[in-house]
């Protein structure tokens, strides 16, 4: 056989190897009938936030100043072309509902990025070197949970000052060190093992071993610890927008949305209601999705 076809054949195994791997992915996913209805609502969630401009009947800051809490349309007083109502300055707020899905996944997107950065970095330098550098930073790490994750991004957004920015930096600095810990522990646990051994003995170098050898072998943990972590980051920018530390009006944010429509929860309950539901729908799917990404990916879960 030419040295070609032998490269032809070899790349054709290995793309055959991840198709194998993806299908067996899928497999057990698909198991968790819940997982897949949160992973339908998730993409779902993902389209309106990308085509809102295109979706949204009018704009996030759009007023009706004939149209101040207007009801749902199925309710008495209603309009069609309000179909989930109106606020108390008469925006729509179905639009400020569509529009207001791009700040809470991008939130999500950027704190769980940067706390899942971070915090590998740091758990690998502290499994892989140990010693009075793992103390320090373990250390450091519990310092930090024992504080509760709210009141401690609402101190840290106190001390920067209120805003979205101010508020993802809090929040990922809070979730960092549930990373570090997984980190750590997944390291510690390979980094003992025979293939680690035998790189070493190979001469691979310190750097290598913790980004190329090891920390492959460390991934599955945090994906699902990074999908997990997504619905709780949503969860925190609304209450830092809902306790005015967040977002601030007029923003569309899901928690913002909640704050301006406090005064109004007895006579007008669909302005509180609709962003509550579309906090709890979201995080919801994106909990439900991650149950399914561990039952796929940890091994002790896979039925033989």
């Known amino acids: ?19 194998a791997l993806i299908a067996e992915f899928w497999a057990y996913f698909s198991e968790n009938r819940g997982a897949v209805y949160g992973l339908c609502f998730f993409v779902f969630i993902c389209l309106v936030a990308i085509f809102a401009g295109f979706i949204a009947p009018h704009g996030p800051y759009e007023q009706f100043r004939d149209a101040l809490l207007k009801p749902p349309v199925f309710q008495d007083g209603g309009e069609w072309r309000f179909l989930l109502g109106t606020d108390a300055v008469g925006r729509d707020v179905l639009s400020r509902i569509i529009f207001g899905s791009r700040y809470s996944l991008f939130v999500g997107c950027v704190v769980v990025s940067v706390a899942l950065v971070a915090g590998i970095l740091v758990g690998l330098i502290a499994g892989f070197v140990g010693g009075w550098v793992d103390t320090l930073i373990m250390r450091v790490m519990d310092i930090i949970l024992a504080f509760p994750s709210l009141l401690l991004a609402l101190a840290l957004v106190a001390i920067l000052g209120p805003s979205l920015t101010n508020a993802m930096i809090a929040i990922a600095i809070v979730q960092q060190p549930h990373y570090v810990r997984l980190t ?38 945090l ?21 005015g530390m967040g977002a601030q009006p007029p923003i569309p944010e899901w928690g913002t949305m909640l704050a301006e429509a406090r005064e109004f929860i007895l006579r007008a309950w669909w302005v509180v209601t609709i962003p509550g539901v ?27």
Request: hydrophobic share 50%.
């Open 1 to 19: 056989m030419s040295e070609a076809a032998a490269q032809t054949a070899t790349a054709d195994t290995r793309q055959t190897g991840r198709l």
């Open 278 to 304: 579309a906090i709890l729908l979201t995080v919801l799917a994106i909990n439900l999705m991650g149950d399914g990404l561990r039952d796929a990916l940890d091994p002790k879960l896979k039925r033989s």
């Open 184 to 221: 750590r522990a997944s390291v510690m646990g390979e980094k003992h093992r025979d293939y680690v051994t035998a790189a070493k003995v190979a001469g691979v170098r310190p750097l290598r071993l913790m980004f190329v050898t090891i920390l492959p072998n460390c991934l599955a943990p």
């Open 223 to 243: 994906i699902v610890q990074a999908a997990l972590s997504f619905s709780n980051a949503i969860l925190d920018a609304a209450a830092l927008g809902f306790l």
